[in-house]
């Protein structure tokens, strides 16, 4: 069993910042590549950020120049450091991570975190 945990998320007011992270437990051989999405109610789940394991980062167009995404493979862990936050922001952040179990690879999905902006 694989589960994916995040936390960070609240209430911020805009251009101020918050720092997600997620942490991936379980029967774990190794993680590729890990990222974050995003899902307003009745929207579409949109590309964040991802991030391979060697360090690659991929930023979605909305995000670029705000967000950091990174991550630290000792800990199975990736994070999401926000900054200028808006609130066009506002969303349930959901972490992704494409893991290697003994059986084979999947990929998997927290539970999502809540991230609200005010204006």
């Known amino acids: 069993q694989v589960q994916l945990v995040e936390s960070g998320g609240g209430l911020v007011q805009p251009g101020g910042s918050l720092r997600l992270s997620c942490v991936a437990s379980?029967?774990?051989?190794?993680?590729?590549?890990m990222g974050w999405y995003r899902q307003a109610p009745g929207q579409q789940r949109e590309l964040v950020a991802t991030?391979?394991?060697?360090?690659?980062?991929n930023y979605g167009d909305f995000v670029k120049g705000r967000f950091t995404i990174s991550r630290d493979n000792d800990k199975n862990t990736v994070y999401l450091q926000m900054n200028s936050l808006k609130p066009e922001d506002t969303a349930v952040y959901y972490c992704n991570a494409n893991i290697v179990l003994p059986g084979g690879h999947a990929p998997y999905w927290g539970q999502g975190t809540q991230v609200t902006v005010s204006s």
């Open positions: 991030i391979t394991s060697g360090g690659a980062t």
């Open positions: 379980g029967s774990i051989i190794r993680i590729n590549t």
